[in-house]
């Protein structure tokens, strides 16, 4: 049997090695626009320089795991179009291509490796003074925020948003707002027109100088699904049922952020558990058994702020907040350790 799997995130290095686990007879393929693993959740100490961010994908995948360099042009009725015009066929596969940023001209993304990458090197060049705006009030622009006022305390940062730290509710709101405070972190409410000649111009009509510009939201997913005509949200996103299969085409598995889950956000949180599930449904109907309907669970909504602090505000399991919340070393520690146990499961796709 063989099982392609488009995307080396968290998703789809989870998947395929849980699969390997589960299923020894099936040949895997993961396919990925780069060799590495990219831990998404940490581009924002790329950019700040506290963190690689990156490892070389080979040593994330099992052992009989067959890794390929490339991009995919179209995937559906068992073959999989690769950028190159050559093709591949599959029994199953599974689409985990994540999300991606549209960034206003002017600004330099956060969310993608190449932008990481470009905000780091043009970080590290801004003379002491210099001013650094982070456009996005919400997780990723509140961390790339922290990170780098943590990082570099010798320029100003600010923090633009319509409501910053909206995500959170209650005391935990006020002490995301605190712990950037205490970071010396600008925080601006307002939303973002346009990025023109080193100015941040705001809806109110305020301009505001930057030496750098980081667009620190993460919007909208790669168009493989549509272009491949399956069936998408109108957010571009794959729909599934409650197996976690394309509607359009059930040998094709979508998990992560390009899967339209009804009540799953955007986290490796949500990733690896629709991963997991998604692997262990195929193993079932390998074995000739049916498939299990997958449903969100979550704990917890969690920020850094720097290396020292952070804030996590506990969750109902269906992502519903609740008022309680750990914030400081201690909630710092927990997030550190969550950041850590996603690489590891993606890893070693624990639990199966």
């Known amino acids: 049997m063989k099982v392609i799997v488009v995307g080396a995130g968290y998703a789809g290095t989870y998947a395929a090695n849980r ?20 831990e998404r959740i940490r581009l924002h100490q790329r950019v700040a320089g506290t963190a690689a961010a990156a490892k070389p994908l080979t040593s994330m995948l099992r052992d009989g795991i067959t890794s390929r360099v490339a991009t995919v042009d179209k995937i559906g009725d068992g073959v999989l179009t690769l950028g190159d015009g050559t093709s591949a066929d599959f029994d199953y596969a599974f689409l985990a291509v994540g999300s991606t940023v549209t960034p206003l001209p002017e600004t330099v993304p956060v969310g993608t ?3 990481a990458e470009q905000g780091r090197a043009a970080l590290a060049a801004l003379p002491a003074g210099s001013t650094v705006t982070v456009i996005g009030g919400g997780p990723t622009g509140i961390e790339t925020a922290s990170e780098v006022a943590a990082a570099r305390p010798d320029v100003r940062v600010r923090l633009v948003g319509p409501s ?9 709101l006020r002490r995301v707002r605190a712990g950037l405070a205490r970071l010396a972190v600008d925080i601006v409410d307002d939303g973002v027109t346009s990025v023109t000649g080193g100015g941040v111009h705001l809806r109110s009509g305020t301009a505001l ?5 980081l667009w620190a939201i993460i919007s909208g997913v790669p168009d493989l699904a549509a272009r491949s005509g399956l069936e998408v949200n109108s957010e571009g996103r794959a729909i599934v049922d409650e197996y976690l299969r394309s509607v359009t085409d059930d040998r094709i598995f979508a998990v992560g952020d390009c899967a339209a889950v009804p009540g799953a956000r955007m986290a490796c949180q949500s990733a690896e558990p629709q991963a997991a599930h998604a692997a262990d449904n195929l193993a079932r109907l390998v074995e000739g058994h049916k498939p299990r309907p997958f449903t969100p669970r ?39 350790g969550a950041c850590r146990g996603a690489t590891f499961g993606a890893r070693a796709a624990i639990g199966a």
């Open 113 to 115: 490796w190449e932008g």
């Open 19 to 38: 699969l390997a686990k589960k299923v020894k007879a099936a040949e895997i393929t993961v396919i990925n626009p780069r060799p590495d693993f990219v």
């Open 209 to 213: 100088a930057s030496d750098l510009t």
């Open 164 to 172: 910053v730290a909206d995500c959170f509710s209650h005391e935990a």
């Open 298 to 336: 979550y704990l917890a909504l969690g920020v850094s702020l720097g290396r020292k602090d952070a804030v996590a505000q506990f969750t109902h399991l269906d992502d519903t907040l609740r008022r309680a919340y750990i914030a400081g070393r201690t909630a710092a520690v927990v997030k550190e």
